[in-house]
């Protein structure tokens, strides 16, 4: 098992960019979420995922985009990047169920200059 | 809404000595309870959760958490800390019901001295 792979790990884009990044899972989690790591704010949730076809808007979902096409995919679309946006970013799933776990991937490192 | 606050953003600890990492949150619905750990540049890992019976839990590592409904709080203890335990810890809530949308406080930053 994998678990949960993001790629890339770091990635430096100019203000207006767009980019998608990847998150992938290999345990058959139905639920999956993106959060952004910002320096004193914990983690903030962006977009969440139920299930394959099933998206819903998180904390922070401006200037983002996800879709589910599959169970083991959730990328992530900055869609025009800014400055704001230069965070950590972390994919986690959860199964079904108890005991309600989060697995987490390794982050992507974002800057946006 | 649902909140999870941890108030203290970095606690030094010399080694051996206890340590006590505070979380407080805030619900109108009953919610799971989590803390994770972030090691140095690596992701969240699971230290320990309470979700219903005793609402003391451990951790494999020394780590112990008590639910407290009458005060809102799930504070993480351990009686005597190693170096190794250099991480930041962040507390985190799901409500029971529903959504699978977690709530996670801002972080602990533990820094254990030699």
């Known amino acids: 098992n994998a678990g949960v792979t993001q790629t890339p790990k770091f990635q430096v884009l100019k203000t207006g960019q767009s980019m998608t990044l990847q998150c992938a899972q290999d345990?058959?989690?139905?639920?999956m979420s993106w959060y952004r790591q910002d320096p004193g704010m914990g983690l903030r949730l962006i977009h969440y995922?139920?299930?394959?076809?099933?998206?819903d808007q998180g904390e922070v979902p401006n200037g983002y985009n996800v879709s589910r096409s599959t169970t083991e995919d959730f990328p992530l679309r900055l869609l025009s990047a800014a400055p704001s946006q230069t965070s950590v970013y972390f994919c986690?799933?959860?199964?079904?169920?108890?005991?309600?776990?989060?697995?987490f991937g390794p982050g992507t490192r974002l800057t946006v200059t | 809404a649902q909140s999870v606050t941890q108030l203290d953003s970095q606690v030094p600890v010399f080694e051996e000595a206890p340590v006590e990492l505070r979380c407080n949150y805030s619900?109108?619905?009953?919610?799971?309870l989590f803390w994770y750990v972030q090691y140095p540049n690596q992701g969240l890992q699971l230290l320990l959760k309470?979700?219903?019976?005793?609402?003391l839990v451990e951790s494999i590592n020394g780590f112990e958490a008590e639910f407290n409904k009458s005060q809102t709080s799930f504070h993480l203890r351990k009686p005597s800390v190693h170096i190794s335990d250099t991480a930041e810890y962040f507390c985190?809530?799901?409500?029971?019901?529903?959504?699978?949308?977690?709530?996670f406080g801002t972080g602990t930053r533990l820094k254990v001295l030699a």
């Open positions: 995922s139920v299930g394959a076809g099933i998206t």
């Open positions: 619900s109108s619905v009953s919610v799971y």
């Open positions: 986690a799933s959860t199964e079904q169920g108890p005991p309600y776990e989060q697995y």
């Open positions: 345990m058959n989690h139905e639920y």
């Open positions: 985190a809530a799901l409500p029971a019901a529903g959504t699978y949308k977690y709530i």
């Open positions: 309470y979700l219903s019976g005793s609402t």
